[in-house]
């Protein structure tokens, strides 16, 4: 008689066993019952060893991959990918000593502060998604901060002499492409959302701008349309202003920017018209490098304007949560903003009474 199979074979030939692992069927198969023993085994010493957490990590961006804008995915994806190269093994064996030193040397390679919070929460949100999954019972990233004096880049405002540039060219009408950067100064709008404005999205009844999507250029020079339905901050009324109101043409439909095709501009269109503006304007500088050569350089961008806006906002008396509804950030955000405006303001007093101490002395 012949030796009764440890292991039930089916019909096409394989051998196959059911074991109920934590309330789930779990089937395992081969061509003999040695290599059923072995993925049993197998299973077994990967179930005591966890997942590694890279296969986490990509679990966490695909199930937040719907809840946050393109350009916020595009940022996590670059941290993403460097915290899965930093840690290929089981997420198990990641201490906090282990994230600790990667936070660190992250910061020695001259990273801002922004850069490293960001890298941080990213790091923070996958070891917390790990521990609702079951992988682990306690997030090693948990306690980590970030260290004190980070370097902070700060956008530029622009001058007061520039800023005069810019409403007299509104004034005026007659720069090239004048109503997209005045409508930046006056609204302090990111560059995505003031290039998918519609005419319909100026309510002068109500005495607002309806921002509600943005361009995102983030892939393609011919850009996709972002609702802001995904970020609470984002989707906003804005004041309408009077001087903007005034310059706004009221009988027009239709985007009020549009491209040479009547869509969206494409990111060539934008620069050449930026350019242009900043020539006419007065914005741009010519420099001469270490070669001798004289180059025509655009420090200014439409973000300047947006700081340019935030300055305001503080000179007007608004306080970081007022600032912030406007310019579609958080309170914290404009906190920063308003922290260095302050620090600026100290310096500008202090020169002001050493100059005018030196002429009282004098």
Not at 129 to 141: E, F, L
Not at 326 to 333: A, N, R, S, W
Not at 352 to 361: P, S
Request: aromatic share 8%.
């Amino acid at each position: 008689m012949a030796k009764k199979s440890k292991y039930h074979q089916r019909p096409d030939g394989l051998f196959e066993a059911i074991r109920t692992i934590n309330g789930k069927r779990v089937a395992f198969r081969g061509k003999s019952c040695r290599e059923v023993d072995r993925k049993i085994l197998e299973y077994q010493e990967q179930k005591e060893r966890g997942r590694d957490f890279p296969k986490i990590a990509d679990e966490w961006e695909v199930q937040h991959e719907g809840d946050i804008g393109e350009s916020t995915r595009r940022v996590y994806s670059y941290a993403v990918k460097r915290l899965k190269e930093a840690f290929p093994g089981p997420a198990k064996e990641i201490r906090p000593l282990d994230i600790q030193r990667y936070i660190s040397a992250f910061e020695k390679q001259g990273r801002s502060a922004n850069s490293v919070s960001i890298e941080l929460c990213v790091c923070k949100m996958i070891f917390a998604h790990a521990v609702i999954s079951g992988d682990i019972d306690i997030s090693p990233a948990a306690e980590i901060k970030k260290s004190r004096g980070l370097p902070v880049k700060h956008r530029e405002a622009l001058t007061e002499e520039q800023e005069a540039a810019v409403k007299a060219a509104g004034r005026e009408k007659k720069a090239h492409w004048w109503l997209f950067p005045y409508l930046l100064l006056y609204t302090g709008m990111r560059r995505g959302e003031a290039l998918a404005l519609t005419y319909a999205d100026i309510d002068r009844k109500a005495g607002v701008i309806h921002v509600t999507k943005k361009l995102n250029y983030a892939y393609s020079t011919t850009p996709t349309l972002e609702n802001h339905l995904k970020s609470e901050n984002g989707r906003r009324d804005i004041p309408l202003l009077q001087p903007l109101a005034d310059a706004l043409p009221k009988t027009r439909a239709g985007l009020i920017f549009p491209g040479r095709d009547g869509g969206f501009m494409k990111q060539g269109e934008i620069a050449k018209n930026w350019r242009r503006y900043c020539q006419d304007v007065g914005l741009n500088e010519i420099v001469q490098t270490s070669d001798g050569k004289i180059h025509e350089t655009f420090p200014i961008t439409p973000h300047c304007f947006r700081h340019s806006f935030a300055t305001i906002c503080y000179e007007a008396g608004l306080d970081p949560r007022q600032a912030a509804e406007i310019l579609g950030d958080t309170p914290e955000v404009l906190e920063s903003v308003y922290t260095h405006l302050r620090q600026e303001h100290k310096a500008t007093a202090a020169q002001l009474l050493g100059a005018y101490m030196d002429a009282r002395d004098g």
